[in-house]
């Protein structure tokens, strides 16, 4: 019952996410970092937001098998049906949001801020579960016991190189920057930030959801 609830907790906490990328997207500044580059190839290619996620999730996955090897468990496949889920979670949401269209940078602004304390908050809900995590935090993670780095200092090396890369493919493709933009350094620089003030606010909902307490600041 308790894994069950956990997990329960871990899909609220995955949508949430994903609506929180995705108005992030509707904003029109750029998107998330571990998003930009899904968001890039969907601006040149004819598949979604979504679709892309799924597969640069899968290609995050098959790496972290490189990378660790005899330590790739079984339990790291898990991030397949849920890399999945996430990408249906995220085309839904960008459906789902169909109305918001900002029409003055303004507008753009304070929706790139609304999502970016939707992503936080969904970031915080994910980690409260404890139970897996998506591809972008598990190859961090792999990354950093692989080689002795400290996570926060890898995830900003990891979430920096995908913003690069996404720059460099649209101007490889568009022969423009599209999707890379400020709303992509605001969210890389607020979002963390977000998840960590709603774990300190809501420090009691751990022991009150679950039998232990498990949150911690990252």
């Known amino acids: 019952?308790?894994?069950?609830?956990?997990?329960?907790?871990?899909?609220?906490?995955?949508?949430?996410?994903?609506?929180?990328?995705?108005?992030?997207?509707?904003?029109?500044?750029?998107?998330?970092?571990?998003?930009?580059?899904?968001?890039?190839?969907?601006?040149?290619?004819?598949?979604?937001?979504?679709?892309?996620?799924?597969?640069?999730?899968?290609?995050?996955?098959?790496?972290?098998?490189?990378?660790?090897?005899?330590?790739?468990?079984?339990?790291?496949?898990?991030q397949i049906p849920i890399s999945v889920l996430f990408g249906y979670f995220i085309d839904l949401t960008m459906e789902m949001l169909f109305f918001v269209h900002p029409q003055t940078y303004l507008s753009s602004v304070i929706h790139l801020l609304i999502g970016c304390v939707i992503l936080g908050f969904g970031v915080y809900t994910e980690v409260l579960a404890d139970v897996t995590m998506l591809p972008g935090e598990s190859f961090v993670r792999a990354v950093s016991s692989t080689w002795k780095t400290e996570f926060g200092s890898t995830k900003v090396a990891?979430?920096?190189?995908?913003?690069?890369?996404?720059?460099?493919?649209?101007?490889?493709?568009?022969?423009?920057?599209?999707?890379?933009?400020?709303?992509?350094?605001?969210?890389?620089?607020?979002?963390?930030?977000?998840?960590?003030?709603?774990?300190r606010r809501l420090a009691f909902l751990a022991p009150a959801l679950f039998r232990t307490g498990n949150y911690c600041e990252q």
Do not use: C, W
């Not at 930009?36 to 098959?62: D, K």
């Not at 913003?163 to 599209?178: C, E, G, M, T, Y």
């Open 158 to 199: 990891f979430d920096v190189s995908l913003a690069v890369i996404a720059a460099v493919l649209s101007l490889f493709f568009a022969h423009r920057l599209d999707g890379v933009r400020e709303g992509t350094i605001l969210a890389a620089l607020l979002v963390g930030f977000i998840a960590r003030l709603f774990g």
């Open 1 to 78: 019952m308790e894994k069950l609830k956990r997990y329960i907790v871990f899909l609220i906490g995955l949508f949430i996410n994903s609506l929180g990328v995705s108005l992030i997207t509707k904003a029109d500044l750029g998107t998330s970092p571990i998003s930009s580059i899904p968001y890039v190839l969907n601006l040149n290619f004819p598949f979604t937001l979504g679709q892309f996620t799924i597969a640069f999730s899968l290609l995050l996955i098959l790496i972290q098998l490189v990378i660790l090897r005899r330590n790739f468990k079984a339990e790291h496949l898990l």
